[in-house]
């Protein structure tokens, strides 16, 4: 029985090596979130017999869970990179149509002049009008990702007069984004949908900084940046991640003496058996 607890505790530390190696691999990947394993002990005793009696029979690893925690915001020098302060994710739609989820704000302007993430997905937003900037469709409790459209920063913008071109794009900490032309007129393009989940654990995740929805999770509750639940977003700033170096290195040696503790008490109990062997013999 020595062998399988203890052989319990190897994978258990080997868990814990593979999710702290993931966050220091990770440390400096826009919006990353760190990963924590999550252990529980495994115990059995047949029905008339008492608990006292009986050792424990190991770990199990009950899951590996994300620490959502607000990453360090950094300054860049791109208007239309965005960080979240507070709770709230942008929402993004992949070309075949996938919503997903993400805190990852590196956005840039695409070939069609939309403004598309890292992989490529489109910023999610509220259709609002361009003079006013007053959302044609206020989000409610039942809004779903249905109701946003893409985000398009056209370089001229049909009605200014000789069809001036594009100077600059402006994001407010409510989302709004605006842009304004060369003729000194503002056009307000949209307002950045923000998502909530019930469950931030029961998020699925789908790599690149970015989480799907799940029953787990709950379905998305959209509304307005600096608004609510949500937080401010900040242009040109990046959400950097939520490692820190020092806590994982510690943690690395912690989950390291672990796996040598385990690895001892299998040599221990191999020492042990192969010294009964021989006496029997």
């Known amino acids: ?29 826009t919006a990353f979130k760190k990963s924590k394993a999550q252990f529980g002990d495994i115990f059995a005793a047949a029905p008339m017999q008492t608990t006292h009696q009986v050792a424990g029979q190991g770990v199990r690893v ?9 990453g360090t915001i950094e300054t860049t020098d791109k208007t239309l990179d965005m960080a979240i302060t507070g709770e709230g994710f942008f929402t993004v739609k992949a070309e075949d149509g996938t919503i997903s989820y993400t805190r ?7 070939d069609d002049r939309f403004a598309v993430d890292t992989t490529g997905s489109r910023i999610q937003v509220f259709a609002v009008d361009p003079n006013t900037g007053v959302p044609t ?7 779903t990702p249905a109701d ?5 920063v056209p370089t ?29 007129s503002t056009v307000y393009l949209g307002q950045v949908a923000m998502a909530s989940f019930n469950s931030l654990e029961g998020l699925r995740q789908q790599g690149d900084a970015h989480w799907s929805s799940t029953v787990a999770s709950g379905n998305p509750i959209l509304g307005l940046a600096n608004e609510g639940m949500f937080g401010a977003v900040n242009s040109g700033s990046l959400e950097r991640s939520n490692v820190d170096i020092t806590d994982e ?29 021989n006496i029997r013999t």
Not at 104 to 110: E, I, K, L, M, R
Not at 148 to 152: G, M
């Open 249 to 277: 290195l510690v943690s690395l040696i912690a989950a390291q003496r672990n796996f040598q503790a385990n690895s001892k008490a299998i040599e221990a109990a191999n020492t042990l058996t192969t010294t009964i062997v």
């Open 137 to 143: 469709t206020a989000p409610t409790s039942a809004s």
């Open 104 to 110: 990852n704000g590196a956005f840039s302007v695409d």
């Open 1 to 29: 029985m020595t062998f399988y607890v203890s052989l319990s505790g190897l994978k258990g530390a080997q868990a814990d090596l593979s999710a702290i190696s993931n966050n220091v691999a990770n440390v400096n990947s």
């Open 156 to 184: 001229t913008y049909q009605g200014l007069a000789d069809g001036a071109q594009l100077t600059s794009v402006g994001v407010a900490k409510d989302g709004l984004v605006s842009a304004i032309y060369a003729d000194g």
């Open 62 to 70: 009950q899951g590996i869970t994300q620490q959502f925690t607000q």
């Open 148 to 152: 946003l459209i893409d985000l398009q």
